[in-house]
């Protein structure tokens, strides 16, 4: 299983970029696909979340401005991240995640790296 992640770049405050998430070696329908940030000197933090039933969640920093999809038939996963701040800047992971049962199965890919600044 390889996840990887690509999109990621330096953007000036108030612009946009949209991460992608190829995924390989899975069937993606049953997982959840979700993105996590890890800012400088700071624990790693879940950033937006789609289910199986592309219900979506994100975190209250980024709400209204990031929207995760997702393609099952393409295996991949998105973020699109508009109206970013210096306070977005961080290296963003992508990750599958399927918990049945009695069972769990997680994949993490690459991190790719956002910066915001002017």
């Known amino acids: 299983v390889q996840l990887q992640a690509s999109g990621g770049g330096s953007v000036q405050p108030g612009g946009s970029l949209r991460l992608s998430c190829e995924i390989s070696?899975?069937?993606?329908?049953?997982?959840?696909i979700a993105w996590y940030r890890q800012q400088p000197g700071k624990e790693r933090e879940g950033v937006s979340c789609i289910d199986a039933s592309s219900r979506t969640e994100h975190v209250d920093s980024v709400k209204g401005r990031f929207a995760i999809s997702r393609d099952n038939s393409k295996n991949m996963g998105y973020l699109q991240m508009n109206s970013l701040k210096p306070e977005d800047t961080a290296v963003y992971y992508c990750n599958a995640d399927w918990s049945y049962g009695l069972g769990s199965r997680e994949y993490w890919g690459k991190g790719t790296q956002v910066t915001v600044s002017s």
């Open positions: 070696g899975l069937s993606l329908r049953h997982y959840v």
